[in-house]
């Protein structure tokens, strides 16, 4: 027999909601980042009805509704052409969105660049869910703000430099100067939230690393070219917006490939080469070495202990670990040296240019620098605990007697093996074409 279900009570209604808001994910981000996060997206919020309430009703005209409906059309499309193609998990994602952002902030009252993130996070969560909702809330917010800003900060120019069209002649290119210097504010205020958020979730983080390599910078450049240069076609004519789409799903795609190419050259734990990507290219180097008869050193680092480490700390401690070795490896040695996660905890190190006395301080260096570097354990039932390791480094030089990549590294890792039978933490380097008796070691 069939049963009525009574409808639930405004009560019940209103727990099921409280419930369903303390399960979000930003109740689990630590007090300073959780509170940071809320406020940027209340400060967005209240921007955006702020500018949406004191605007006028010609801002609403049909001609201003149609060309915002077009222009987050063209960034939809943009969002569907890319969307079934893999991101790289925890690397910075480039959708290219700015570009629509600031083609809205010049050719639209400022109202308009306050609420464009709204749809287009709306309809990335729905066709994404596998996204981090508080990151992607909270990184559309940070565009709202920046975006916003840039638009009061154009239509507050003279007309004889902004204005609603870019004229011809002198008018032209201070129009498209100013479009630019608001393309750059609205850039500024974007990556100083988004730093100050990297910030908060890990102190320890470097300016220089949070502002990103010289390829990404190159990007944001690109980036801020094509956002201004859709600016110009837009405010020329909305329809020739058509014709700029094309180039940004493409080079979107291109980013996209580029970044799962260099994700598949990286050790995921460690951000260095993996195995089979280190040996590709020191081959490469090896064989170039031979050829023009320059110096080359190969370095094998182990971290002492390690496994009575991992066994006693756990996997998550083991992982820091690892990282941070990685990282110290990463400071301390040029930008050229090739540097890969050969196995568990070991590393190699290919140095060119580089002969048998200099390898030798650079690893005493490395191994001096480990030593002196304690580790504090950042989460986990260890949060708190500081390690001290120790590194044993085996190095081979490049010989007349060495044919091979693999000759090389079987040589540099006996010296590791000598390294580590004769007391650890110890930097050991084999005579020229002896294979262990009479090694020098430190």
């Given at each position: 027999?069939?049963?009525?279900?009574?409808l639930s009570s405004p009560a019940g209604s209103v727990r099921a909601a409280i419930r369903h808001i303390r399960n979000w994910e930003i109740w689990a981000v630590p007090h300073p980042l959780r509170n940071y996060l809320?406020?940027?997206?209340?400060?967005?919020?209240?921007?955006?009805?702020?500018?949406?309430?004191?605007?006028?009703?010609?801002?609403?005209?049909?001609?201003?509704?149609?060309?915002?409906?077009?222009?987050?059309?063209?960034?939809?499309?943009?969002?569907?052409?890319?969307?079934?193609?893999?991101?790289?998990?925890?690397?910075?994602?480039?959708?290219?969105?700015?570009?629509?952002?600031?083609?809205?902030?010049?050719?639209?009252?400022?109202?308009?660049?306050?609420?464009?993130?709204?749809?287009?996070?709306?309809?990335?969560?729905?066709?994404?869910?596998?996204?981090?909702?508080?990151?992607?809330?909270?990184?559309?917010?940070?565009?709202?703000?920046?975006?916003?800003?840039?638009?009061?900060?154009?239509?507050?120019?003279?007309?004889?430099?902004?204005?609603?069209?870019?004229?011809?002649?002198?008018?032209?290119?201070?129009?498209?100067?100013?479009?630019?210097?608001?393309?750059?504010?609205?850039?500024?205020?974007?990556?100083?939230?988004?730093?100050?958020?990297?910030?908060?979730?890990?102190?320890?983080?470097?300016?220089?690393?949070?502002?990103?390599?010289?390829?990404?910078?190159?990007?944001?450049?690109?980036?801020?070219?094509?956002?201004?240069?859709?600016?110009?076609?837009?405010?020329?004519?909305?329809?020739?917006?058509?014709?700029?789409?094309?180039?940004?799903?493409?080079?979107?795609?291109?980013?996209?490939?580029?970044?799962?190419?260099?994700?598949?050259?990286?050790?995921?734990?460690?951000?260095?080469?993996?195995?089979?990507?280190?040996?590709?290219?020191?081959?490469?180097?090896?064989?170039?070495?031979?050829?023009?008869?320059?110096?080359?050193?190969?370095?094998?680092?182990?971290?002492?202990?390690?496994?009575?480490?991992?066994?006693?700390?756990?996997?998550?401690?083991?992982?820091?670990?690892?990282?941070?070795?990685?990282?110290?490896?990463?400071?301390?040695?040029?930008?050229?040296?090739?540097?890969?996660?050969?196995?568990?905890?070991?590393?190699?190190?290919?140095?060119?240019?580089?002969?048998?006395?200099?390898a030798r301080q650079i690893s005493e260096r490395l191994r001096d620098h480990i030593a002196g570097e304690p580790i504090a354990i950042e989460s986990g039932t260890q949060a708190g605990y500081v390690f001290r390791l120790?590194?044993?480094?085996?190095?081979?030089?490049?010989?007349?007697?060495?044919?091979?990549?693999?000759?090389?590294?079987?040589?540099?890792?006996?010296?590791?093996?000598?390294?580590?039978?004769?007391?650890?933490?110890?930097?050991v380097i084999l005579p020229d074409g002896s294979a262990d008796p009479e090694s020098d070691f430190l």
């Amino acid at each position: 027999m069939a049963t009525l279900r009574p409808l639930s009570s405004p009560a019940g209604s209103v727990r099921a909601a409280i419930r369903h808001i303390r399960n979000w994910e930003i109740w689990a981000v630590p007090h300073p980042l959780r509170n940071y996060l809320l406020c940027v997206t209340a400060l967005s919020v209240a921007a955006a009805c702020a500018s949406a309430a004191s605007t006028t009703s010609a801002t609403w005209q049909p001609s201003s509704l149609l060309r915002f409906a077009a222009l987050l059309g063209c960034a939809v499309v943009a969002i569907e052409s890319t969307r079934r193609v893999k991101e790289v998990h925890g690397a910075l994602s480039r959708d290219l969105q700015t570009v629509w952002y600031l083609a809205i902030a010049v050719g639209l009252p400022p109202a308009y660049a306050f609420l464009a993130p709204v749809p287009l996070t709306a309809y990335k969560l729905w066709r994404m869910p596998q996204l981090i909702v508080y990151r992607r809330v909270f990184s559309n917010a940070t565009l709202s703000l920046a975006y916003g800003c840039a638009a009061l900060a154009f239509h507050a120019l003279p007309t004889t430099i902004g204005g609603s069209h870019p004229g011809t002649e002198s008018h032209a290119l201070t129009w498209t100067g100013a479009v630019a210097l608001c393309g750059v504010l609205g850039w500024l205020i974007n990556h100083i939230l988004l730093l100050v958020a990297i910030k908060l979730s890990d102190p320890t983080a470097r300016f220089r690393e949070m502002l990103g390599t010289r390829e990404s910078i190159t990007s944001d450049l690109v980036e801020l070219s094509l956002a201004v240069t859709v600016s110009l076609v837009v405010a020329v004519d909305s329809i020739l917006m058509v014709l700029a789409l094309p180039s940004i799903v493409l080079y979107r795609r291109y980013l996209m490939h580029a970044q799962l190419v260099a994700h598949a050259r990286m050790d995921a734990k460690t951000g260095l080469l993996n195995a089979v990507t280190w040996q590709r290219e020191a081959t490469a180097e090896f064989s170039r070495a031979q050829r023009t008869h320059s110096p080359l050193a190969l370095a094998m680092v182990d971290i002492d202990h390690f496994s009575n480490i991992s066994e006693t700390a756990g996997h998550s401690v083991r992982d820091q670990l690892l990282r941070d070795i990685a990282s110290m490896l990463k400071d301390q040695l040029p930008e050229h040296d090739l540097i890969g996660r050969f196995s568990g905890q070991e590393f190699a190190i290919l140095l060119p240019q580089t002969g048998r006395e200099e390898a030798r301080q650079i690893s005493e260096r490395l191994r001096d620098h480990i030593a002196g570097e304690p580790i504090a354990i950042e989460s986990g039932t260890q949060a708190g605990y500081v390690f001290r390791l120790t590194v044993s480094i085996g190095v081979a030089v490049l010989n007349e007697s060495r044919r091979a990549l693999g000759e090389l590294i079987g040589e540099a890792d006996s010296a590791l093996d000598k390294a580590r039978r004769t007391g650890w933490s110890k930097v050991v380097i084999l005579p020229d074409g002896s294979a262990d008796p009479e090694s020098d070691f430190l």
